[in-house]
Each structure stands twice: as structure tokens, then as C-alpha cells.
RNA sequence: GCCCCUGUCGUCUAGCCAGGUCUAGGACACCGCCCUUUCAAGGCGGCAGCACGGGUUCAAAUCCCGUCGGGGGCGCCA
């Protein structure tokens, strides 16, 4: 008995806030069922909340949706502008005696002593008495509906044909399907997708941090790597493949190989894949990020040569988890007052004779013409090998000189980027 | 409180439906070694899990029951 029909998905936001990583999660596995089986992923815009909706937040949540990488047919519908649908709808059931007014309000009757049973995709038979259901309002004294109403009546104008969301709603699907059944129509199939949980096990919210799309994409996240993290929170693509595309995920995408099991949000592993990202990018991909990036953090680089920004990227690429975490690595290529760490100073450059190796080391590089790494390293070495110390005595302390770190790029090709005249001052304890 | 969902390493998961091939596989994190001018990256190795108790069976992570644990919902919010 299988059927025919095209599948028809959608996403339904409410502008009333960030798109939260959970919903981003939602939206993503609806369009890869969609892709998958080449049917439709529908939008629709919750917003009969007048007070709270707001275009502002339904501009940045499409934005969001579009930079993660979904797209979607048609045009989106607005719940705002079929208010008369719901009532009519409402007064349809009114008309048969299966609700009542009160107040304004219209209100569903809830037959008592019925099973309710649904098919769930993910979860499979969940059943549920109505004794535990609670007549429903459907239209509020304001005239607005409520969400189980509207989204039943928009969710059969759209012809959804699989209802795909998260855990959250199990409780409002047997009040849906009352209301299918007052409406007679025809029902979809319903599958309820574990939430995310925040590493305290609670629903991941607010009280956890960062949770919406917008502030990953500010904290310096790539679309594809929240993307790919996010899918693989309850969902396996198969042989122990883990870094994937969108693009293969829709391949491979089998909604029943979705877990039904709650899942921890874990950052670390996020950081781990979007490095892995970031690394695998090309340098001239990476560029106008940084760039962006550096703006962001109040450098003035309109002078500074795309040029010089590439070769940073490139010796910088697989140092950072983050876009953000640039400007802390690489800051003072940009700037001559770059911060120092306090600990390192004390241990590479509070000693005489270290001192004195870097002198002689700036010394000589004043003399070297074609200021490269190679070149840069042969003088290193000599000096080395003439005062008989190790290497590591004189590179520290310059590194520490020019960046004012412990750590980060090899010093050779930092030396060559930044450049003989910065590197020679900052030797010498000028401009600083 | 009532209702519903759920329980494999710290975390994400494979295995479970069709019980033996599981001395339970992979990934993140962590630890160690190698490489090395530091930090990364890379290579190699390690630590660590079937919630518990009963059944069923020659055999259970896999099937059944119970206990305990975790989560969600019970709005004229969405």
C-alpha cells in the first residue's frame, strides 16, 4: 500500500525570536527528507502572535535558513493573514456541536474515554487517552487562533503529507488529530525528532548560552559546519562517516535511520568540525571572511594588501576552530600593540643572554637582503652554532619579541610575513 | 501530581527490528609517544560504555517484565 503521493514538508518559524539551533536542526532534516525524495519543503510563518512577531526577527530567520543552506519552494504563507480561514474553520465545527463559545473564545469538546493512537515515524505506535485532553481552545477571545489549530488547518491547505518535528509537540499531536478529525481531513504522517539537550541534559535554551543560529555564524561558525554537526545529532549516515555536505547527506538521508533518543549538545565536537572546515577551505574562500572579521574587530585595513591577509590565512588556517579566534591568534600582524602574554615575556625575555642572541640575531638581519624564511633561518642557525646554544634559545624570545606569544605559526614564516622593518624594531624593543 | 517519550564509553553514535560473527566498532574530548622552534595539523597507541534486577533461551547489548534514572508536555505561547 504504498503511497504515490509527492512528499510535502515544511518548516513553520515563529518570528518571535532567533532561529534557535534546535529548530535550524528541525528545518534541516525536513529539507533533506524533501530533497531526498525530491518533494516539496514549505515555509510558513507563525506569526499570529501580533505582539511578539516581529519582521526583523523573520528577516534574520530566513536569512539563517539560506546561509545554512536550505532553500525552499514556493512562496512562504503568513498564519496573519488567514485569520477568516481559522474562524470559518471554527465555526464549521461550532455549527456541528462540537465545540462551544465562551467569551469570545471558541472552544473544541473533547470526547472522553477515547484511545488515540498515532504512528509515529521515529517513535512508532504512541497512544494516548483522551481523559487526559483538555477541551481546546481554537479561536482566542482576540480573534487570533491557537497554534494546534492553525497549524492543522495550514498544515492541510498546504497538503503536508509528513509532519516532522521536534519531540516537544508529541503532547499536541492527539489534539491535532481531534481537530483532522472535526475538520475531516485527511491525515499526515507524523514523526517527532528528538530535542536537543544542553549539556546539563536540560532542552537546550537561553539559560545554556549560545543557542541561536545567529550567534554561531557571529562567533566566527561556518554554515556547513553547524550544518553538518547539527545532522549528525540523531541521525547516522552509515559507515562511520561523519565530515559530510549537504549534498550528500540528501544522498544518504533515510528518515528511518533517525535515533530516537535524545542528543547533548556538545561545542567541543562543533569547534572540532568546524575547524576541520576551515582547514579544508581554500585560502582565497577564507579571505573576505577574515576580512570581514577584522572589521568586525576594529582594525583599519584599508590599506593593508589581500595579499598580506592570504598569507596569514594560510599560515593560520588549521591553528583556529573558529573565524573569530584569527584576530586572537594572528593580532599582531595588524597591530603594534598587540597584547603579550605576561607569562611567556617572563620566562623567554627576562634573561641577559637571551637578550643578547636576539641583538645579535636583529644585527645580523639587517644585513639580509631578500628577507625569507629560508634566509632567515640560515642566520638563526649560524648564530646557534657560533654561541653553541639551542635553537630554542633564541627562537622563543623572538617569537615572543614579534607577537608577543608562545605559541602559533613557525617563526621563520611569521618572520617573513610580517616583514624585515616590523621585525627588526620589535627585536629591539622599539615601537612598542 | 497526571500523561507521553527515552536509557551502549564523559559526549555524539554503530550494533538491537531478523539473539551467536561483540574479548561491543567509530568520532569528539582526555592521556601518552612520534614529528618538531612553540602551538596546531598529521601519524601511532591508550583510558573509558551495554543503568539495575528478574525472566525466555544452549546462547541476550540485542526478546519479555519490573525498578531506577533522564527528558518533554499538561497556556485563550508557538
Keep these: 500500500m504504498e503511497e504515490m503521493r509527492m512528499v510535502r514538508v515544511r518548516f513553520a518559524p515563529s518570528p518571535t525570536g532567533h532561529l534557535h539551533l534546535g529548530s535550524a536542526r528541525t528545518a534541516l532534516f525536513n529539507w533533506l527528507?524533501?530533497?531526498?525524495?525530491?518533494?516539496?519543503?514549505?515555509?510558513?510563518?507563525?506569526?499570529?502572535?501580533?505582539?511578539?512577531?516581529?519582521?526583523?526577527?523573520?528577516?534574520?530567520?530566513?536569512?539563517?535558513?539560506?546561509?545554512?543552506?536550505?532553500?525552499?519552494?514556493?512562496?512562504?504563507?503568513?498564519?496573519?493573514?488567514?485569520?477568516?480561514?481559522?474562524?470559518?474553520?471554527?465555526?464549521?465545527?461550532?455549527?456541528?456541536?462540537?465545540a462551544y463559545r465562551?467569551?469570545?473564545?471558541?472552544?473544541?469538546?473533547?470526547?472522553?474515554?477515547?484511545s488515540i493512537e498515532l504512528n509515529d515515524i521515529i517513535h512508532g505506535k504512541i497512544t494516548v487517552n483522551t481523559d487526559n485532553i483538555k477541551d481546546q481552545v481554537m479561536i482566542k477571545s482576540d480573534g487570533s487562533p491557537t497554534y494546534n489549530f492553525s497549524c492543522v488547518v495550514d498544515d492541510s491547505y498546504q497538503e503536508i503529507t509528513h509532519v516532522l518535528r521536534g519531540d516537544d509537540?508529541?503532547?499536541?499531536?492527539?489534539?491535532?488529530?481531534?481537530?483532522?478529525?472535526?475538520?475531516?481531513?485527511?491525515?499526515?504522517?507524523?514523526?517527532?525528532?528528538?530535542?536537543?539537550?544542553?549539556?546539563?541534559?536540560?532542552?537546550?535554551?537561553k539559560r545554556h548560552g549560545v543557542v541561536s543560529v545567529e550567534e554561531y555564524k557571529k562567533e566566527g561558525f561556518l554554515p556547513e559546519a553547524l550544518a553538518n554537526y547539527l545532522i549528525l545529532l540523531g541521525w547516522f549516515p552509515g559507515e562511520d562517516r561523519e565530515v559530510l555536505s549537504l549534498n550528500e547527506a540528501v544522498k544518504l538521508f533515510d528518515i528511518n535511520d533517525m535515533s530516537d533518543v535524545q542528543a547533548k549538545f556538545d561545542i567541543q565536537k562543533l569547534k572540532w568540525m568546524n575547524g576541520e572546515y576551515i582547514m579544508k577551505k581554500k585560502t582565497e574562500e577564507l579571505l573576505p571572511l577574515i576580512k570581514d572579521r577584522l572589521l568586525v574587530a576594529g582594525f583599519d585595513i584599508s590599506s593593508v594588501a589581500d595579499d598580506y591577509i592570504s598569507k596569514i590565512v594560510g599560515l593560520y588556517k588549521i591553528r583556529m576552530k573558529t573565524l573569530a579566534e584569527f584576530v586572537e591568534l594572528a593580532d599582531f600582524f595588524f597591530k603594534d600593540d598587540f597584547t603579550v602574554d605576561e607569562e611567556g615575556k617572563k620566562k623567554h625575555l627576562d634573561n641577559e643572554e637571551k637578550k643578547e642572541s636576539m641583538r645579535i640575531f636583529a644585527d645580523r638581519l639587517e644585513g639580509l637582503e631578500a628577507f625569507s624564511q629560508e634566509g632567515i633561518e640560515e642566520i638563526c642557525r649560524d648564530i646557534v652554532e657560533e654561541r653553541g646554544i639551542k635553537a630554542a634559545a633564541v627562537i622563543h624570545p623572538t617569537r615572543m619579541a614579534i607577537s608577543g606569544k608562545t605559541k602559533g605559526a613557525g617563526l621563520f614564516e611569521i618572520m617573513e610575513v610580517l616583514g624585515k622593518e616590523k621585525v627588526i624594531n620589535r627585536m629591539k624593543g622599539l615601537k612598542r
Design 33 to 98: 527528507y524533501a530533497r531526498h525524495t525530491g518533494g516539496k519543503f514549505l515555509l510558513r510563518i507563525e506569526n499570529t502572535d501580533r505582539v511578539r512577531s516581529d519582521t526583523k526577527f523573520l528577516e534574520e530567520i530566513l536569512e539563517n535558513l539560506k546561509w545554512l543552506g536550505i532553500d525552499w519552494d514556493d512562496e512562504p504563507i503568513y498564519q496573519s493573514r488567514r485569520f477568516d480561514v481559522y474562524r470559518e474553520k471554527a465555526e464549521k465545527i461550532l455549527a456541528r456541536g462540537k
Design 102 to 114: 465562551e467569551g469570545e473564545a471558541i472552544i473544541f469538546k473533547v470526547e472522553k474515554g477515547r
Design 169 to 205: 509537540h508529541i503532547s499536541n499531536t492527539p489534539k491535532q488529530i481531534l481537530f483532522y478529525e472535526a475538520l475531516e481531513l485527511k491525515l499526515p504522517q507524523f514523526g517527532h525528532m528528538p530535542l536537543i539537550l544542553g549539556p546539563d541534559g536540560a532542552k537546550l535554551s
